[in-house]
Every structure is written in structure tokens, then in C-alpha cells.
């Protein structure tokens, strides 16, 4: 006995005079098989390409039996439209990794709009596909929707919901443990108080939204800007493989006819082969190295080049080598980086395509560097007045790309009793010259003739010793490469290996026991102090006000207690000005005894001449 299956067809009965003869059922097979694009014409008796009915739809089979698009070029105009041709020459680029996430939550249509509004040239988010088929943005590359920050009962991966229990998904605009976002009406707000533990983000300033679709965001940019939709998963937290996370998002983009502007981002070439297929440009993502200067290559280069792959976006923890090998080989390259406006350099230099940045706005400056443009986004108060993340308000842990590090340590963390940013104990982890740049002011337009001012309050003293702590500004650097001194021996400090940067800077400090002065870095890292001066021990609870006046030559900084005494100490010095300053805390320094204390900022602002 003979059995067969599909698409296998039998007949006969397998004696000598009527033998078994197997066939194929083309119509099944081909039917079956068929992707998108091509059909099975049983009249002919042909597996060829199906064109679309839609209205305005104009290619046809040519003279040749092949496609023709009749009309031939025909450029979009930049007015109309911005596909991924029209994107800026190397190193130009300047896209929005996940929503440009340092100001505002990875998955908010607030962060789309965001994004259009400052005119970035790719908006990168994450996305997968839901249980039923349907692409869904998510936050981060796990595809999980959280209960801690949403409506639902229960942490879920998205694949495992349908589309229309995530759609009606009503989100917080903050992080889990922030307040319950300010709406009128909701019973769980206390209007009176308006408590807000950590603040950053939006805080109190948006509306609570619903878990977005992919389609929902496809039709917010709608060729305003190339669309990143980035599939690929976390490979530790991620309950499905890739595969089916990039099935919705392609659905989506070839519902919206956005292939023009639209890149799907994966991990892996055969995914990106699919993409390809789709008739969607493909960009690869690999996964971050664990330590910096990681000199392996994800991917062999001849690898992507036979697959035809054009894009992939790389860490800025790679070494240069990697980044070379790829665009020697023809590959458009983008850097993941820290926001650092220094970055740009480093891009030039290897001369890829561009960079994705948390801060995109800061890292392409106030419209000075004219390839990059710009708006422009100093400002006159400080930006945790509004619960808010200021532009370029950045420290060592972005340089870690850890944007959500706990303690508050990158957001605008803030009192209800008052405002002005939480510096915590144990911020620094111990370390030197752990400081938060103060992008919303830099680069200031006048480095050799400024005025800064700023106030200062222990909440808390450090216990172990009151000459060690100290709180201050790092100022006159020429670059806003981080100054934090990062461990090079120390895995548990700096488990990524973060190179330290030679701190070329100056030094304007209160010490815990009063005493106020100015410190220089040499080019070759060594520190010298300026002047000093003794002042009464400062008082937990109590601001003083701080000015720093820099000329040409000199350098003056004075304290004003709370009972209006001033203190001051002046250096003539004229090694350093630099465009860019930090607020800086120190707890405790190499093998000291820890120190923790609880310190906060406010009214920080500078003016030139």
C-alpha cells in the first residue's frame, strides 16, 4: 500500500497493469508557498508576480515580460516626503534611539511628536508582534508590557496578548514608582499634594495613554522621518524568537506603503533576508558588548554583503576596527552612542553615516555645527522645576547607557516640599568627580568671560569625614567627554571597562567643613590647588548660594551663607575655557571610608560676559 500526502498526488493501484504514477498538485504547492507579491495563475499554469489592484497603482508587465514602472525617475521632494534615500550624507545622521529616550517614556505617542517636532532624521523605537498577529510597540527589547506602569494585572510578554488587550492598555507617563500621572478626575491623585518621588520624564505634565500599535506610530510619522522598527529581542527575557516578532511590524509597513521610510531592525541575517523580501530595507542591530574597545565582529562582513544588507547600527562600545570593516565593505553605519556632542567627532573621524542617540537634540548642538542643524535649546531655569530631563543633563551613567539607572541618578529626581535636583548618597559610587553635565546651558557662547550661579544644600552630612565631601562645578572643559574616574582595575566599579578620560578642567568646591576653593587638572592629569580659604562648617538643611566669575585671566568663586556672610577665593589662572560645565559631588575618594550624604542643586544659571 502506497500513502501519500500533499502536496503529493498518487493514482493506480501499484499492479502491473495499472502501476502506481505520483504526481504533484502544483495548485497546492504553489497556493501553500506563494509569499507576498507572488501568486499561482492556474489559468496559465504560472507561478508569477501579483500586482496590486489598488487605485493608482501603475506597474505593469513590460515588453519584456518584466516589471515596468511606467514614468521612470521620479524623485520624492524633501518638501513631500523623507525616505531612507533622502537621509544626510555621512556623518549626518542623526536619529532618535528609542524615542529619544532620556526625555520621555520609550513607547508614548508624547515621544513621537517629540521626535517630529525637533526634526530628527530617524525615529528608532521597539516593537513585536502580538498574539494575534499585529505589530505592537513596547518599550524595551524584551516585548513585555509592564503591570507595574500599566492597567494590567500581570507582567506579560506581548506575544502572548492579543492586540486589543494591548490597545486598551492605559499606561502611566513615569516610571513604575512614579506618581500616578496628573489627570483630572482620578481618584488615586492627591491634587493637594502633588507628591512626585522621583519626577524626570513627564511626570505630571502628561496625560496617561494607551499602549500604542506599530500602526499608530506609522501613521504619526508618515514619511516626516524614517521609522526604525526595531524587532530584534533580548535574547535572556525575550519569550519568542525573532522571527516572530518581525511579522506585525512588516504587515504594518506594508499596509502604510511605507517601505520607502521605514527600517525593520534585527539580530539576524536570515530575519533580515525576510525583511529584505518583504520589499523593506533591513538594518542590523546586534547586541551591545559587554566591555569598550570590543574589537569581534558581530557579524563576518562577507556574511551581510551576500545577504545585501545595507545598514547596521553598532554600540559606541565597539573599537574604530569594527566600525571600519563595515563601512569599508559598503555598509551604511550607525554609531549607538552616549549624546556626548563629543561623539560627533569620533563619527566624523570613522566617517559612517550618522549616529542614534538618547539626547539627539544635545548631541548635535544649538545649530552649531551647520551638517547636523539644530533649534537651539538653552534655557534660563533649571529644567527639574518642571519635573522634567533637561537636554544634555547627562553624567557616567549615560556614558553607560544606563538611561533609567536607579536613585535617580540620571532623571530630574526632586522633593515635593521644594525643588531642585537629588544628588543621593551613594551617588558616584565612591568615585572622583561624579558630576551631571549641565548640557542645557552648553556650549556656552562665551568660554572665556561667564558668570555661573548655583545653590547648594546637605540634606544629610557624611559621617566619615567632612574635608572629603564636597560638592562644586567642574568647569572650563573643551570637550563634554564625562569626567568621572572611572577604575580601571575595579570589575564591580566598571564591569564595561569604560576607558577614564584625562580630566582637563577646573574645580570650584565647597568641602562639608566649610572650606571653599579652586583646583586646577593639568594636561596630564594631575591636580593642583588654586586657593583655598576657611569658612564656617556648612548646616544640614540649609542652601547657600554659590558664583563663579571667570575671565581671560582669573577666576573668582564665593559663597554666601544663609545669613548673607560672603566668602571668597580668587586664582589667576588662564589654562582651561572650555565650553562646558558640571555640577559635581564627592563623597569619598580611592580607599577612603564611605561617606554617603545626601546633596541637592537648584537654580543653576550662567550668563556670558
Not at 566600525?323 to 550607525?334: N, P, W
Not at 583655598?532 to 544640614?540: E, F, G, K, M, N
Not at 548660594?545 to 586664582?571: C, D, H, I, M, P
Amino acid at each position: 500500500m502506497l500513502e501519500v500526502e500533499a502536496p503529493l498526488t498518487k493514482e493506480g493501484n501499484g499492479s502491473v497493469a495499472v502501476p502506481w504514477l505520483l504526481g504533484v498538485d502544483k495548485d497546492s504547492l504553489f497556493g501553500d508557498i506563494a509569499g507576498s507579491g507572488l501568486t499561482w495563475d492556474k489559468g496559465t499554469d504560472k507561478l508569477q508576480v501579483c500586482l496590486s489592484r489598488d487605485t493608482g497603482n501603475s506597474l505593469r508587465f513590460g515588453a519584456d515580460g518584466c516589471l515596468y514602472a511606467p514614468g521612470g525617475e521620479t524623485p520624492v521632494p524633501d518638501v513631500c516626503a523623507r525616505p531612507i534615500e533622502s537621509l544626510p550624507a555621512a556623518p549626518n545622521v542623526v536619529g532618535a534611539s528609542d524615542l529619544a529616550g532620556l526625555m520621555g517614556p520609550y513607547s508614548s505617542p508624547y515621544q513621537v511628536d517629540y521626535c517630529l517636532a525637533e526634526g530628527y532624521d530617524i525615529v528608532h523605537f521597539h516593537t513585536c508582534t502580538t498574539s494575534d498577529g499585529v505589530g505592537v510597540v513596547t518599550e524595551y527589547s524584551d516585548h513585555i508590557i509592564s503591570a507595574g506602569r500599566s492597567s494590567l494585572y500581570l507582567t506579560q510578554d506581548a506575544r502572548q496578548m492579543t492586540a486589543a488587550t494591548i490597545q486598551s492598555t492605559l499606561n502611566y507617563a513615569g516610571d513604575e514608582n512614579d506618581p500616578r500621572t496628573f489627570q483630572w478626575g482620578d481618584d488615586d491623585v492627591d491634587l493637594t499634594k502633588r507628591k512626585d518621588r522621583r519626577g524626570g520624564w513627564y511626570g505630571w505634565l502628561a496625560q496617561r495613554y494607551y499602549q500604542p500599535l506599530a500602526s499608530d506610530f506609522l501613521r504619526k510619522i508618515d514619511a516626516k522621518s524614517v521609522a526604525l522598527l526595531d524587532c530584534s529581542p533580548d535574547p535572556e527575557r525575550a519569550a519568542y524568537p525573532e522571527s516572530d516578532a518581525i511579522i506585525g511590524p512588516m504587515r504594518d509597513v506594508l499596509a502604510h506603503c511605507a517601505q520607502s521610510w521605514s527600517m525593520i531592525g534585527v539580530r539576524e541575517i536570515q530575519n533580515a533576508t525576510t525583511v529584505r523580501n518583504q520589499g523593506i530595507e533591513p538594518i542590523m542591530v546586534p547586541l551591545r558588548p559587554a566591555t569598550w574597545g570590543d574589537a569581534t565582529l558581530p557579524y563576518p562582513v562577507a556574511d551581510l554583503t551576500a545577504a545585501g544588507i545595507e545598514w547596521i547600527a553598532l554600540s559606541s562600545r565597539y573599537a574604530d576596527s569594527v566600525f571600519t570593516a563595515y563601512k569599508d565593505a559598503g555598509l551604511q553605519v550607525l554609531m549607538r552612542g552616549t549624546s556626548r556632542q563629543s561623539e560627533y567627532a569620533r563619527v566624523s573621524a570613522l566617517g559612517i553615516r550618522g549616529a542614534l542617540q538618547y539626547d539627539p537634540s544635545y548631541y548635535r548642538g544649538p545649530g552649531t555645527v551647520p551638517g547636523l542643524g539644530g533649534h537651539g535649546y538653552r534655557m534660563e531655569y533649571d529644567p527639574w522645576e518642571h519635573r522634567r530631563m533637561g537636554t544634555g543633563q547627562l553624567s557616567f551613567q549615560t556614558d553607560q547607557q544606563n538611561v533609567l539607572a536607579s536613585g535617580g541618578h540620571v532623571r530630574g529626581r526632586t522633593e515635593d516640599a521644594e525643588q531642585g535636583l537629588i544628588l543621593p548618597s551613594g551617588w558616584g559610587d565612591g568615585r572622583d568627580r561624579a558630576g551631571v553635565l549641565c548640557g542645557w546651558e552648553c556650549p556656552m557662547t562665551s568660554p572665556t568671560a561667564y558668570t555661573i550661579k548655583l545653590d547648594l544644600k546637605w540634606d544629610s552630612l557624611g559621617a566619615a569625614s567632612g574635608a572629603v565631601a564636597r560638592m562644586g562645578l567642574l568647569f572650563g572643559a573643551v570637550t563634554d567627554a564625562d569626567l568621572y574616574s572611572w577604575p580601571q582595575d575595579d570589575p564591580t566599579l566598571n564591569p564595561t571597562k569604560k576607558p577614564a578620560e584625562v580630566p582637563n578642567v577646573y574645580r570650584a568646591f565647597v568641602r562639608q567643613n566649610g572650606e571653599i576653593g579652586i583646583g586646577v587638572f593639568a594636561a596630564d592629569g594631575s591636580y593642583t590647588l588654586l586657593a583655598t580659604r576657611t569658612a564656617p562648617a556648612v548646616v544640614a538643611g540649609e542652601w547657600n548660594s554659590y558664583e563663579l566669575n571667570v575671565t581671560a585671566t582669573q577666576l573668582t568663586f564665593t559663597r554666601t551663607a544663609a545669613n548673607g556672610t560672603k566668602y571668597t577665593v580668587t586664582a589667576a589662572d588662564s589654562t582651561w575655557r572650555g565650553p562646558y560645565f558640571w555640577v559635581e559631588k564627592v563623597e569619598s575618594i580611592d580607599g577612603s571610608a564611605n561617606n554617603g550624604f545626601n546633596g541637592m542643586v537648584r537654580n543653576v544659571s550662567y550668563t556670558s560676559g
